[in-house]
């Protein structure tokens, strides 16, 4: 299949080394041309810019920051839909934003003649590169079945959970209980860090209580490094995007007339560990942001 990708961050560039691997033609732009080299190399052909991506694709895949990058890549000067599409390619929107936002971005891909569907995802790099990722998609039914063989090879459960602005909402809500749990394992890791027992141990035994998180148990070593206060590794999910993340919940909750006075505690601390150095970190660190914090 024919497809063009857009949004080569962590996340959109594991996709879609995951796209070209399993036999697609993948066509590929961003902002930022020096995230293209790895994707070159595996294959991929490069666009100019937006606009020239949805030329010829089947299918559009946008994996971006937020809610104004979206705006940037689909409706600025050259771009995805800055021009009518007659050959009513299919956007899979796969961001991590409001439900507004994908729902008034879908109005303007039709309007402009392709179809739309959104479908972020839960997992990190390492499951987007092995095509394990969670797929909640929102949009038409006929849509999502276009879609569907596309997720098949990113995700190893897909679910149409709604109409556009539903997969968003899933997104969210299943993200926050994960976001707010690295905070909860630093306040618990405190409270035992004086007896000096080995981390890697401590996570071990953590996920099998009646607390732990599958997040202890596909993520240990991660969690166990950087409780011993090593470096863990390249971030998968960092804590500057965790950030992000809580503020559309936040805001998302705001927009329904409610809201979410643990999600935005939590926001307020790791804002603090971001103002520490940690905002390019792996989330795995959040649980030393206040098992280390020093005392005052």
């Known amino acids: 299949m024919k497809i063009g990708f857009a949004g080569l961050g962590r996340m ?31 294959g991929a052909a490069v666009a100019a810019s937006p606009a020239e991506l949805a030329r010829d694709a089947e299918v559009i895949l946008t994996s971006l920051l937020d809610g104004a990058a979206l705006k940037d890549v689909y409706t600025g000067p050259q771009g995805l839909i800055s021009a009518p599409l007659p ?29 739309f569907i959104e479908c972020p995802v839960g997992g990190t790099t390492g499951p987007a590169r092995t095509g394990n990722l969670l797929g909640l998609a929102g949009g038409e039914e006929a849509d999502f079945e276009r879609a569907r063989p596309v997720l098949a090879d990113l995700c190893r459960r897909v679910e149409h959970v709604g109409p556009v602005g539903a997969g968003a909402s899933i997104k969210l809500a299943i993200n926050l209980p994960l976001l707010v749990y690295y905070q ?18 401590t996570v071990d035994f953590f996920a099998e209580t009646s607390g732990g998180m599958n997040v202890l148990k596909v993520r240990r070593d991660v969690i166990a490094k950087a409780l011993a206060g090593e470096d863990p ?64």
């Open 184 to 201: 909860t394992l630093g306040e618990a890791y405190a409270l035992c860090r004086h007896l000096g027992l080995d981390p890697a141990w």
């Open 87 to 115: 050959h009513a390619p299919l956007f899979i929107e796969m961001s991590t934003v409001l439900p507004d936002e994908a729902i008034a971005l879908a109005q303007q891909v039709r309007a402009a003649g392709g179809a």
């Open 233 to 296: 590794g390249p971030a998968g999910f960092s804590v500057d995007g965790i950030r992000k993340d809580l503020r559309t919940m936040i805001a998302a909750a705001e927009a329904i007339g409610t809201e979410l006075p643990v999600a935005t505690r939590t926001l307020a601390i790791y804002d603090e560990a971001s103002r520490n150095g940690l905002g390019d970190s792996d989330g795995a660190t959040l649980t030393t942001a206040w098992a280390f914090r020093p005392r005052t």
């Open 12 to 42: 959109g560039s594991a996709m879609a080394l995951r796209l070209l691997e399993k036999g697609h033609s993948v066509t590929v732009w961003n902002r930022s041309p020096d995230k293209l080299g790895p994707l070159q190399q595996a």
